[in-house]
Nanobody, 120 residues
Framework: QLQASGGGLVQPGGSLRLSCAASGITLDYYAVGWFRQAPGKERERVACISSRGNTLSYADSVQGRFIISRDNAKNTVYLQMNSLKPEDTAVYFC???????????????WGKGTQVTVSS
């Protein structure tokens, strides 16, 4: 019910925009987060946005470079990733939670991941 897209190969310093499109649920009622998992590492939360879009949070590692946003009319959440670094390489997942905040083990819905590779 969540579909992440927009990943790809990009050079260091480049940009990508990920999209998380929902079907079968109305994202208006959900906080939505982006998480990522790099090879050999645990999954980590990258960013989260409240249902109304008025509360945002970012991991320290992406603060100032990534921007999470949502368009409830399109039932879609975005992650604009700028100034990408090789350490941003990971599979990126979006997830939604009806009650509460973006915490890995309480999310109600998960999308399949999209690969982001930052390399020259």
């Amino acid at each position: 019910q969540l579909q992440a897209s927009g990943g790809g190969l990009v050079q260091p310093g480049g940009s990508l925009r990920l999209s998380c499109a929902a079907s079968g649920i109305t994202l208006d009622y959900y906080a939505v987060g982006w998480f990522r998992q790099a090879p050999g590492k645990e999954r980590e939360r990258v960013a989260c946005i409240s249902s109304r879009g008025n509360t945002l949070s970012y991991a320290d590692s992406v603060q100032g470079r990534f921007i999470i946003s949502r368009d409830n009319a399109k039932n879609t959440v975005y992650l604009q990733m700028n100034s990408l670094k090789p350490e941003d390489t990971a599979v990126y997942f979006c997830a939604a939670v009806r009650y509460g905040w973006c915490v890995d083990n309480v999310m109600d819905y998960w999308g399949k991941g999209t690969q982001v590779t930052v390399s020259s």
